[in-house]
């Protein structure tokens, strides 16, 4: 599945699976309804979990090539999961809030796909000290993962930011953080409420809605900085 870079890697940033489906009818194996789905999708980005996030997408999630005559980049769930589940919890920790809503969708289904044309609430509250610890653990935690799989990529990014590249990632986090914030003036805390227009597509895997290709929904870790 394609998946946009702006989505994926600010992701940026921040998503229950309603105990486990257990408030859609116990052990009986059902095929789920696109309305189920974006109800999953409600309380997930709500929970700030990071598993209960990575339960909404199809993986492995595909980005395309940032050097010239590479392959795409290929990320498993468990790659997403570490990318975002130190901000998250510092998030929950800070007591940030992220509330997400869905007003009058519109669904469109076919036996293994489905589009999606919706109004989307969010309700976002969050403090200077929890946006800088959400963050620098974000950037960290990126970083890691890149290291990991795709090392000159990640140097190939950095440079677009750093003459010399810090060898410690939390001064490399710091350093994005301060000039994020050198931009303008922030009103501590951020307290908003944004309501957009938005379409993505789904696509059923073993019964159950995933999200897939070209999704523009917000993940809490990018709504909580938007400015």
């Given at each position: 599945?394609?998946?946009?870079?702006?989505?994926?890697?600010?992701?940026?940033?921040?998503?229950?699976?309603?105990?486990?489906?257990?408030?859609?009818?116990?052990?009986?194996?059902?095929?789920?309804?696109?309305?189920?789905?974006?109800?999953?999708?409600?309380?997930?980005?709500?929970?700030?979990?990071?598993?209960?996030?990575?339960?909404?997408?199809?993986?492995?999630?595909?980005?395309?090539?940032?050097?010239?005559?590479?392959?795409?980049?290929?990320?498993?769930?468990?790659?997403?999961?570490?990318?975002?589940?130190?901000?998250?919890?510092?998030?929950?920790?800070?007591?940030?809030?992220?509330?997400?809503?869905?007003?009058?969708?519109?669904?469109?289904?076919?036996?293994?796909?489905?589009?999606?044309?919706?109004?989307?609430?969010?309700?976002?509250?969050?403090?200077?000290?929890?946006?800088?610890?959400v963050f620098v653990a974000f950037?960290?935690?990126?970083?890691?993962?890149?290291?990991?799989?795709?090392?000159?990529?990640?140097?190939?990014?950095?440079?677009?930011f750093f003459d010399e590249i810090?060898?410690?990632?939390?001064?490399?986090?710091?350093?994005?953080?301060?000039?994020?914030?050198?931009?303008?003036?922030?009103?501590?805390?951020?307290?908003?409420?944004?309501?957009?227009?938005?379409?993505?597509?789904?696509?059923?895997?073993?019964?159950?809605?995933?999200?897939?290709?070209?999704?523009?929904?917000?993940?809490?870790?990018?709504?909580?900085?938007?400015?």
């Open positions: 599945m394609k998946r946009h870079s702006r989505w994926f890697l600010c992701a940026v940033l921040l998503t229950a699976a309603l105990l486990l489906w257990g408030c859609w009818g116990g052990g009986t194996k059902k095929e789920q309804t696109a309305e189920e789905f974006l109800a999953q999708m409600e309380t997930a980005l709500s929970s700030l979990d990071a598993n209960k996030i990575a339960d909404l997408f199809a993986f492995p999630i595909l980005l395309d090539p940032v050097l010239p005559g590479q392959d795409e980049l290929k990320f498993e769930r468990q790659h997403f999961v570490r990318m975002i589940q130190g901000a998250l919890t510092a998030a929950k920790e800070g007591g940030a809030v992220f509330e997400v809503k869905f007003v009058e969708p519109k669904y469109q289904e076919k036996s293994d796909s489905a589009v999606v044309e919706t109004q989307v609430y969010m309700k976002v509250k969050i403090d200077e000290d929890t946006a800088h610890n950037v960290n935690d990126l970083i890691d993962v890149f290291m990991e799989l795709y090392e000159e990529v990640l140097k190939e990014i950095l440079k677009e810090p060898d410690d990632f939390t001064e490399i986090a710091e350093q994005l953080w301060d000039a994020l914030m050198a931009g303008e003036s922030v009103e501590w805390p951020v307290e908003k409420e944004i309501t957009e227009e938005v379409f993505f597509e789904l696509t059923k895997v073993n019964g159950k809605w995933k999200l897939s290709s070209e999704v523009d929904v917000e993940l809490p870790l990018t709504a909580l900085f938007r400015r």
